[in-house]
């Protein structure tokens, strides 16, 4: 079975800076997708930024980037710039890549920021 | 911008109550999610349909939770009877089962707490 970790449970930074969160997954598989979702106060999960695991390159959408290290098993998320609303709970998720498949998450990380 | 509709958007009831739960996913997408996030966890699958057919429901306690989509479409899931530890959010996803991504797209999610 597919598990996903996230060993920082909370983090914090200051407004303007930027933060890394950290993943870690294990599979068996060799085609699958990573993910990370922000999960706002009392608002829906969105999907902040997706990576193909046969990609080489890592992704990245606007302040937000990734490092994905295949072999390690290690997908971990850089926020650039932190803004006020980046607050928000932080799920790390692994989907196999065949069909229409379950994500599985990580126990997430809270992620404040100081003004 | 179409969005998964889920109400009530919080429950509270006592044990041993029948509950339920209402998910309206966007229009087109066929392949439906139930998710359960327990306080300070990340989700995890309940159940997931394709149209109206059960695809996974490994994770569904059959005991006392059940789930439905009888036209494909908008699904309900029940609980009956609550027990304290079901106490938690309740999320439903949908994708439009496309590759190569098929993303999903939650919910605000419904909030049960049993007392």
């Known amino acids: 079975a597919q598990t996903v970790t996230q060993s920082q449970p909370e983090m914090s930074v200051q407004e303007a800076e930027t933060v890394t969160l950290s993943c870690t997954y294990d599979t068996s598989e060799s085609d699958y997708y990573l993910f990370w979702y922000k999960q706002p106060p009392s608002r829906q999960m969105i999907l902040v930024i997706r990576q193909e695991a046969y990609k080489q390159q890592n992704a990245t959408e606007n302040r937000f980037s990734v490092n994905f290290q295949k072999a390690a098993k290690s997908f971990s998320l850089k926020i650039s710039d932190s803004q006020l609303g980046d607050a928000a709970m932080y799920f790390c998720?692994?989907?196999?890549?065949?069909?229409?498949?379950?994500?599985?998450f990580g126990q997430g990380t809270r992620l404040t920021i100081n003004p | 911008e179409a969005e998964v509709a889920q109400s009530p958007r919080y429950k509270i009831t006592e044990k041993s109550q029948a509950v339920a739960f209402w998910c309206d996913p966007i229009s087109g997408h066929a392949t439906l999610y139930w998710y359960r996030q327990i306080l300070g966890q990340g989700p995890e699958l309940l159940v997931q349909?394709?149209?109206?057919?059960?695809?996974?429901d490994s994770q569904l306690p059959k005991d006392r939770f059940s789930a439905e989509r009888l036209k494909g479409v908008d699904s309900t899931l029940k609980i009956q009877p609550a027990e304290l530890g079901d106490s938690a959010m309740y999320l439903c996803a949908s994708t439009e089962g496309r590759e190569p991504y098929n993303e999903q797209f939650f919910g605000p999610g419904t909030r049960l707490t049993v007392l």
């Open positions: 349909f394709q149209d109206e057919s059960v695809v996974d």
């Open positions: 998720a692994y989907r196999r890549r065949q069909g229409a498949q379950k994500l599985v």
